[in-house]
């Protein structure tokens, strides 16, 4: 599965690269990986919580395990910190076999979902606790534990108890107590799972700052994907255990390697299919639930009658009152011919839910960009709903 | 809460006298439970009649119930200590006594505290007393504590078996327990057959009627007073917060001092004070597992009270009791009302 994201990675960035010079140390040959997972499996009695992973991080990534609960994220994240022994696999860090090395003589701090503030410490003592432990000397305690304060905006709160603290200024706390100790990976288990919406966007683009200035490598576990897509460099998602895909957060979105990930990030439409013909670089496909022939963008080729699945995202498909030029319907190549079931107005955007004639129900949206109160499409309208042919993705699985 | 300023309806009042939030949530549920039962209820709308709040209503339960059970019997023991022996029923003189014309002579005298001063036998009493339950106390927590720190980690199923085991013992006759140290402890007793049996010791150890059989009955009767509150407190502690020290750095040993320890404090504070007060005026463990030369104060009160008969002068020697408790007593509330704020 990897390997055909690895490989479509290359391909599409290749291109990209002569224009542009991008940070993407994984399609560096030469780069090597800070953070080496290999063939790491967790089992709890006859529940297997990670299965068989292998999974290479780069220095100062901000990396994303994503996926819903239960898929082993934070198992595979407590491997990482050691309060979970593998069941077989190794963690490489820096070259060096981590297996053995119990969590107090890791150089990996982690941060808690319940954030696991020390109640009888002040925010100063909490901060300077890891350090403590490591015998530096006080002067230099002093002075790391106020840089760390003074980062996180807590400079007014630093003798205050943790059950004085707001919620998202425990979050901060916590945060400074994993930072302070300049680790070589901080591990963050939901971090901003216990804040209010407004104050997660806030501090999403505060993480994201804090990462770039310390140069640490971040490995946030999430469920909640656009948390993952806003923040990461990179993301991994996963499902029962394994590592589904991993990519970038553009190329998770527009180039999914299954349902199962097309499904999870973002919305979609998918519609079945079987190959029906080759046409120079593209396939057509004959899909009785779309209702028409698809045609797709340039790719691999796909023996005749195979099953596939045609994905595009709602805001890929333009909708229209017109019907195409071309007679009869049965000749239409990407073109979904429904009746607008629903509309949901969000201001800068609308969402028509369109009912096929088969009965399918199809998402597309559309941004408004003209100020119209009175928009042409309504309700019961018939309309049309067609995409260029690489703005889908073929699915395989 | 304010007062009513206006005559609301009787059931209106019922309501009113119900909620809020007085000062004391135990009994504002107490009294809201005790609000269901009609002479109470009668009670209380007699009183806000009257003119009595809600809010001094509730207060009022607590200091009643001090007052018939506490206050009360401590005046008749005051009273009783400042009399002087007489051979009479009961055997004491009266406080007041009429005199002619109708006047009412006080007589009291404090010669029974001047005695306890003379006598080295009633300081001694309250030393060793004082020195007898501080190590109970240090024993009972360091005995207890592992105990408790075992059970909360202890997988989550034998948790109620354990504690179960821990108040199980409440369930026999606290005397029939201590009876049954001294078949264990006297020269011919279990733990002298087992230890000459396995070899151990040639000579039966003399343990019964010693200090360290008066240590060994307080330790195992009070242990579960120990344990108990530890347990609760232990109990709620964040094992995540083990997990964070070992993160930053520290180790397993030192994360039990410097997080789990501090973090009992409240625990062990009411542990300790839970074996050491009622250690301190312990009076059968004494009499029955120690020595002639075993001194407690509270051994002391039963001879002067049912030897010597002398009414007036074990009274005294229970208010000075009561007076070194007082000490420790507060200390205690003060920190149990300290921990309940923190946490709230």
Known sequence: MSDTGATGTAARSSGASATRKRWEPWNDPSERPHVQIANLTKRFGDFVAVDDISLDIYRKEFFSLLGPSGCGKTTLLRMLAGFELPSSGQILLEGEDMSGVPPYERPVNMMFQSYALFPHMNVEKNIAFGLKQDGVPKPEIERRVAEVIEMVQLNAFAKRKPHQLSGGQRQRVALARSLVKKPKMLLLDEPLGALDKNLRTQTQFELMNIQEETGITFVIVTHDQEEAMTVSSRIAVMDHGKIVQVSTPAELYEYPNSRYVADFIGEVNILEGRVDSREGDHLMIQSSEAGCAIQTGPSADEPVGRQVWIAVRPEKLSISLEAPASTPSSTWVNCLAGEVWDIGYLGNLSIYHVKLDNGKMVTATQANMARLIERPITWEDRVYLTWAPDAAVVLLN | ?344
């Open chain 2, 1 to 344: 809460m304010p007062e009513p300023s206006q005559d609301p309806a009787p059931g209106e009042k019922i309501a009113y006298l119900g909620g809020g939030s007085a000062s004391s949530g135990f009994f504002t549920g107490l009294h809201a439970r005790l609000l269901l039962f009609a002479p109470y209820r009668l009670f209380v709308l007699l009183l806000v009649e009257m003119g009595f709040s809600g809010r001094s209503l509730v207060i009022a339960i607590p200091y009643l119930w001090l007052l018939a059970f506490f206050l009360a019997p401590f005046l008749i023991v005051l009273k009783i200590s400042l009399a002087e022996v007489i051979v009479a029923q009961p055997p004491y003189t009266p406080l007041f006594v009429f005199i002619e014309d109708g006047f009412i002579a006080i007589q009291a005298s404090l010669e029974n505290y001047l005695f306890l001063m003379e006598d080295s036998l009633y300081w001694k009493s309250y030393v060793s007393s004082l020195r007898i339950s501080l190590i109970s106390t240090i024993l009972a927590l360091l005995i207890g504590y592992p105990i408790a720190y075992g059970m909360i980690r202890a997988p989550k199923r034998w948790r109620f078996a354990l504690l179960m085991m821990v108040i199980l013992p409440f369930w026999t006759s606290f005397l029939i327990r201590v009876y049954a140290w001294i078949g264990i402890l006297k020269k011919e007793g279990l733990l002298n057959l087992a230890l000459t049996q396995l070899g151990l010791i040639s000579e039966p150890l003399t343990i019964l009627n010693t200090d360290i059989a008066v240590f060994i009955g307080i330790v195992y009767s009070y242990l579960p007073f120990m344990i108990l509150p530890l347990y609760a407190n232990l109990e709620k502690m964040d094992l995540g917060l083990l997990e964070a020290a070992a993160d930053l750095g520290c180790r397993p040993i030192k994360a039990f001092w410097v997080i789990t320890v501090p973090l009992s404090l409240p625990g062990i504070v009411a542990g300790c004070f839970l074996v050491f007060i009622p250690a301190l005026g312990e009076f059968v463990i004494p009499d029955l597992l120690g020595g002639s030369q075993t001194l407690m104060i509270g051994k002391t009160l039963w001879s002067e009270f049912f030897n010597n008969r002398d009414w007036p002068l074990s009274s005294a020697v229970a208010v000075i009791l009561l007076l070194v408790l007082v000490l420790p007593i507060v200390l205690f509330q003060r920190m149990q009302e300290r921990s309940t704020r923190a946490e709230g």
